[in-house]
């Protein structure tokens, strides 16, 4: 927990803000792995007040991160001193021509739903992708042939450094392979998405496939962080964990899934411990192997 949350007054400061002060909560409850320690959570209804917020924090000495939906995220056990910012959900996408407006608070599913019923196609791989807009930016998500930086035109940003907003256009952002260029302390607000004129039901039947591919190959019913490696170039981190024949190997409750090598799975009250030493073990077999050294595509955040 943070030093914010040993001093009084503090949810009354926070309120002030237009937020909600949520001190220690346990972080295995904000991910879809299931794992991680206490950390205070702001939970954010007006964005325009991170400039507020922020310096506030600074100026108690405490650091902060953003929280999206946790579906990336492998939290520490002993939990963090940080303190965590949640943007809340609230305000509705907005249409306009072949563009839409999404917050970034917004379900990633959900808003590929809301652009299907006005029509507009291009992000129906990412139908299944589990957490919000805003994280699906910071990891330039993809699935099924499409990452979300390929439809993005421009982004609004809060730059913690500067305490600014800033309007940034596509091409000022290097969307790479699960990576971007934000440094930690950007927050995404809100995306502009351009995509293309396609009939509701089309996009439907393109959604079912992708989810019946997803729903054939990936552990989905059980609580996991998706891949936990990025493939390297011209490679596949799955089938090379596969050939190790490591699929099913335990560590504590955590297990990698015998559906899918690059899952780990929290099976039966895993701890980050238990998941941390599994991916330590795949690193090693695959770099004896192959040579090669896997990068997480999971986000580890330790004390
Ligand atoms: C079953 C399953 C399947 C998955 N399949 C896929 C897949 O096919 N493709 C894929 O790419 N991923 C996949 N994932 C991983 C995950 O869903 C994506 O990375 C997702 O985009 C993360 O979004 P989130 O909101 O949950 O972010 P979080 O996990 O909360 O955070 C991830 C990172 O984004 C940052 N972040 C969050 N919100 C913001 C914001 N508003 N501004 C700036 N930074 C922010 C966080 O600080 C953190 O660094 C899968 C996960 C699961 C559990």
Known sequence: MSELARQSGISEQIVAFGAEWLPGEPLSQHTSLGVGGPADIIRMHDPRRLPDITAFLHGHGVPWRILGGGSNLLVADQGLPDVLLQLARGEAMTFAGNRAEAPAATNLGAAVLECAKQNLGGMEGLAGVPGTVGGALRMNAGAYGTEIGDVVRAL????????????????????????????????????????????????????????????????????????????????????????????????????????????????????????????????????????LELEEEVIVWRE
């Open 156 to 291: 609004t940003v809060f730059h913690g450094a500067t305490g600014l907003f800033e309007t940034v256009k596509t091409e000022n952002v290097r969307f790479e392979y699960r990576h971007t260029r934000f440094s930690t302390d950007d927050v995404v607000l809100t995306a502009t998405l351009e995509l293309r004129d396609c009939p509701y039901a089309v996009i439907r039947e393109r959604i079912k496939q992708c989810n019946r591919k997803r729903l054939a190959s990936q552990p989905i019913q059980e609580r996991s962080a998706g891949c936990i490696f990025k493939n390297p170039p011209g490679h596949s981190a799955g089938k090379m964990i596969d050939a190790l024949g490591l699929k099913g190997t335990r560590a504590g409750g955590a297990v990698i899934s015998e559906q899918h090598a690059n899952f780990i799975v929290n099976r039966d009250h895993a701890t980050a411990a238990d998941i941390l030493k599994l991916m330590d073990l795949i690193r090693a077999r695959v770099l004896k192997a192959y040579g």
